[in-house]
């Protein structure tokens, strides 16, 4: 007797087994910041004998701070010793908001501590002992009581058209939405404002977007 065998029926595909969701790790918590004294070593050629402020009353600030690479990056801000919780508080609301801070390096850290080469970097920067350009008065910045965030996007531009960093023409145009630009009205400028904080854009001449100061003599 003959026994034909035949073929098992189709049967569907099992279905794949559930895949596991990948979940995306959390980014890491921002550091607490960290508060040093300074030397005349370590501020280098951004001080010098004769400024309105010595090292002994200056402080390094260092702060994590969100870059445009959507980062946590480390900074440090050198300013005058009795502005740190001032400047904590206020760049803490900034890393909260992810606020983006391309770099945030002391002037020191560049050829001649030479602000103008610090601005064209992009670079968040505080203590500098320089006047205020075509002024015999020392800038806020000599007494480490003014921040400038994100220069080359946020320039200065005088009544004379003389730009500060002078390759930061291009970002005269306001309407423009490039990272880390500073407007009326943001929240990143109204940390500052809200702080007691000046903003060098509510000013007429120079329209300095880059520059936040309080000071005091």
């Not at 946020?154 to 145009?173: F, K, Q, Y």
Request: one cysteine or more; hydrophobic letters at 35%.
């Amino acid at each position: 007797m003959l026994v034909q065998c035949a073929a098992p029926p189709d049967r569907p595909d099992a279905p794949d087994p559930p895949s596991t969701p990948t979940r995306t790790p959390p980014p890491p918590a921002p550091r607490p910041p960290t508060v040093s004294p300074v030397t005349a070593a370590d501020l280098g050629a951004s001080w010098r004998p004769g400024c309105p402020v010595g090292p002994d009353g200056l402080r390094r600030v260092e702060l994590d701070h969100w870059a445009p690479d959507g980062r946590l990056h480390r900074g440090e801000l050198i300013v005058a010793a009795d502005l740190v919780d001032a400047v904590v508080e206020v760049f803490t609301a900034l890393r909260d908001q992810r606020y983006p801070i391309e770099k945030m390096r002391s002037v020191a850290a560049y050829p001649g501590a030479e602000d103008e080469v610090s601005m064209r970097d992009n670079n968040t920067s505080a203590f500098n002992c320089r006047g205020i350009s075509g002024s015999q008065r020392w800038s806020w910045h000599a007494y480490g009581r003014a921040v400038d965030i994100n220069p080359l996007v946020n320039p200065s531009v005088d009544a004379d058209g003389r730009i500060e960093p002078a390759t930061g023409g291009p970002w005269l145009d306001r309407s423009r939405t490039d990272p880390g630009m500073l407007r009326d009205g943001d929240p990143a400028v109204n940390a500052f404002l809200t702080r007691g904080w000046q903003w060098g854009g509510h000013w007429r001449s120079p329209k300095d977007y880059q520059h936040f100061e309080m000071g005091t003599r």
